[in-house]
C-alpha cells in the first residue's frame, strides 16, 4: 500500500532554504524511504521521543526530515 505525502508549509519553507542538490536528494530519499513502510525503523529511519515535533524522523546525510503518519482511509505521511 502507497502512502500519500504531503508537505506541509513549514516543510516548504524549509525545502527551498536548501540548495537545488540537497533539494533533490531529499526529495529522492523521501520518495524511495516513505511511500511504502515509513514506519518500519532502518538504520536512517527512527521513531523519536515523544515531542511535538513529529513521532519520527529520516536521516539524509546532514539533514533531517520529521514525519508524522497517519492511517486513516487514504494513508498519508506528513512532513
Known amino acids: 500500500m502507497a502512502y500519500r505525502l504531503v508537505f506541509t508549509a513549514r516543510a516548504k519553507k524549509n525545502l527551498r532554504a536548501l540548495t537545488a542538490r540537497q533539494r533533490a536528494t531529499v526529495m529522492d530519499q523521501v520518495e524511495r524511504q516513505l511511500v511504502h513502510q515509513p514506519t518500519v ?23 533531517r526530515v520529521y ?11 506528513f512532513i
Open 41 to 63: 525503523p532502518t538504520r536512517n529511519r527512527k521513531p523519536m521521543e515523544p515531542n511535538l515535533l513529529a513521532p519520527w524522523e529520516l536521516r539524509i546525510g546532514d539533514i
Open 67 to 77: 514525519y508524522e503518519v497517519v492511517e486513516e482511509e487514504e494513508p498519508c505521511v
